[in-house]
């Protein structure tokens, strides 16, 4: 297949980095590393293992694909003498490859990938951010500097590709780039992967939970990123209401300690459930009333996504990403980030109206069932980097997505 991707007979050669191996963007990169078209791309990939345990088995599925390899340790935090190893490392794996386009994904691997890539002439230098790190803060002086950051790393890139319209939104009112090279591609889900393997009431015994009990849950990682200790927070205010809820919350990482303590502090430790980290969480979401997204910033997340196909009604708050996906009245409820009593209030009204439920249940469905497919998602991937790969000019032609 060789002479469908280029004027030289041969695969587009392209180059993935990604330092956040976590949540969202690890399952970003997991879709798209499975199913790009090996036949017209072949896929590198520069990795950081230093965050999730559970990255592994993403490698080891990368590999069955022949997908080349390539660990290089980088921080999340600002580590100069760290970042500029990692970079030196990165800017040799770029000279070496020859690569028609590198994709850099998130800050970190976005700023050093970039720049090392620019640098050494790449013909083609692509950047999704998934997600600002100066979005919860923009006006302190971390926010400030995050921002500062991200205007520099924009004159390294031909072009950003957002996971949402309003992550383009904010990279557009925030001057990081010049807007012709912001375009979209949203995130989607493999529906038909969405399926329970263990019946709702396996699953609720396991976790301890009577079957007469409500539950109100979240999927999150364990990060500042998620706000959970709001969701916490709003817990005594969803009980006065709801005596009888429990509450669970499926993931892990470094603040998981942090809310399991703040969970026992408060008295809770009966009824709220931590349920660790689960490859497998459609038995979690088909066993809850109500799902919460409490997070503070987004991007796109895969979770409402997730919770949307198995047809739950969601409160979320109202931040970018999340509002593409959560109407108010319609799927779900929206309210300010960092309010529990507004998201106790939210819950409270929807585990109190059994029509309000049933009715954001089938919208949530409707609303998922219209997503695009993961094979058109895919589909719109391959366009966009042949049609950005200067070696295709004679063969394709300006198609971009908006």
Same mark, same amino acid.
């Given at each position: 297949m060789g002479n469908l991707s280029d004027p030289f007979n041969r695969p587009i050669r392209v180059l993935e980095i990604l330092e956040?191996? =976590?949540?969202? =963007? @690890? @399952?970003?990169?997991?879709?798209?590393? +499975? $199913?790009?078209? !090996?036949? *017209?791309?072949?896929?590198s990939l520069v990795y950081s293992d230093l965050r999730d345990p559970h990255f592994a088995k993403d490698l080891e599925t990368f590999a069955a694909r022949g997908i080349e390899l390539i660990e290089v340790p980088m921080r999340r935090e600002i580590s100069p003498f760290d970042d500029l190893a990692s970079f030196l490392r990165i800017a040799r794996i770029i000279h070496r490859g020859r690569f028609d386009i590198v994709h850099a994904h998130s800050s970190k691997a976005g700023f050093l990938g970039r720049l090392a890539a620019r640098l050494l002439g790449v013909p083609a230098v692509i950047y999704s951010p998934h997600s600002f790190a100066f979005q919860y803060n923009p006006h302190g002086l971390r926010g400030a500097l995050y921002r500062s950051l991200e205007r520099i790393g924009g004159k390294f890139h031909h072009k950003m590709l957002c996971v949402s319209e309003g992550e383009r939104k904010v990279a557009g009112e925030n001057r990081i780039c010049p807007i012709e !090279?912001? $375009? !979209?591609?949203?995130? !989607? /889900?493999?529906?038909? +992967?969405?399926?329970? #393997? @263990?019946?709702?009431?396996?699953? *609720?015994?396991?976790?301890? /939970?009577?079957?007469?009990?409500? /539950? #109100?849950? =979240? &999927?999150?990682?364990? @990060?500042?990123?998620?706000?959970?200790? $709001?969701? &916490?927070?709003?817990?005594?205010? /969803?009980l006065e209401r709801c005596p009888d809820v429990r509450f669970l919350i499926v993931g892990d990482g470094p603040l998981f300690g942090e809310v399991r303590e703040q969970i026992r502090g408060m008295g809770l430790d009966k009824r709220a459930i931590l349920a660790g980290h689960q490859e497998h969480t459609p038995d979690f979401y088909q066993v809850m009333d109500v799902f919460v997204s409490s997070s503070l910033w987004e991007g796109m997340p895969y979770v409402i996504l997730e919770a949307m196909a198995m047809g739950l009604p969601i409160v979320a708050t109202d931040t970018v990403g999340n509002n593409e996906l959560v109407t108010h009245e319609k799927n779900g409820l929206l309210v300010p980030p960092e309010n529990p009593s507004a998201i106790a209030d939210a819950v409270g009204d929807v585990l109190c109206d059994s029509d309000r439920r049933i009715r954001y249940t089938h919208e949530s469905r409707y609303m998922a069932s219209n997503l695009p497919t993961l094979q058109e998602w895919i589909a719109r991937y391959e366009e966009f980097y042949r049609s950005n790969c200067p070696s295709m000019s004679l063969k394709v032609g300006s198609t971009r997505l908006t």
């Open positions: 956040a191996t =976590t949540g969202g =963007t @690890r @399952r970003h990169l997991y879709y798209l590393l +499975t $199913h790009l078209d !090996t036949g *017209r791309f072949s896929v !090279t912001l $375009h !979209t591609l949203c995130n !989607t /889900i493999p529906r038909e +992967t969405m399926k329970a #393997v @263990r019946l709702p009431a396996e699953v *609720r015994r396991s976790l301890g /939970i009577p079957e007469s009990c409500p /539950i #109100v849950g =979240t &999927v999150a990682q364990f @990060r500042p990123q998620k706000g959970l200790s $709001h969701f &916490v927070n709003a817990m005594p205010g /969803i």
